[in-house]
């Protein structure tokens, strides 16, 4: 089993797993884990770590993206937040191609 897989499922059962602030360890909320996901963990976990950091990485240029959209827009503060909220709402394996959206399409540093 991938590290990708491991957090896909993780996610998809509702478990949003953590890199320690050391960057050595991972961290979920007590009781969610089963003894197959704890093994699966176990086993994947610096490849798991490289996998969080990497997404949470992603998450934040597209946050980034999205904000530079909304500047050159001129949108809302609620508009703003809304988009905040689709991104977090959004599938973490699908804000990679998002990402890419926002890069091709709005100028960087707002209105040009």
């Known amino acids: 089993m991938t590290a990708e897989t491991i957090l896909f499922e993780l996610l998809e059962c509702g478990i949003t797993p953590s890199v320690t602030p050391d960057g ?23 490849e ?8 949470a990485r ?24 809304q988009m905040r909220q689709d991104i977090l709402n959004s599938r973490p394996e699908h804000r990679q191609e998002l990402l890419r959206m926002f890069k091709t399409d709005y100028p960087p540093g707002g209105r040009q």
């Open 58 to 81: 992603i998450t934040s240029q597209l946050m980034n993206a999205a904000i530079r959209a909304c500047d050159y827009w001129g949108d809302s503060p609620q508009a703003r937040e």
């Open 24 to 46: 050595d360890g991972i961290e979920v909320e007590a009781g969610l884990l089963n003894d197959a996901q704890r093994a699966a963990i176990r086993a994947n976990k610096y």
């Open 48 to 55: 798991l770590i490289a996998c969080i950091q990497d997404a």
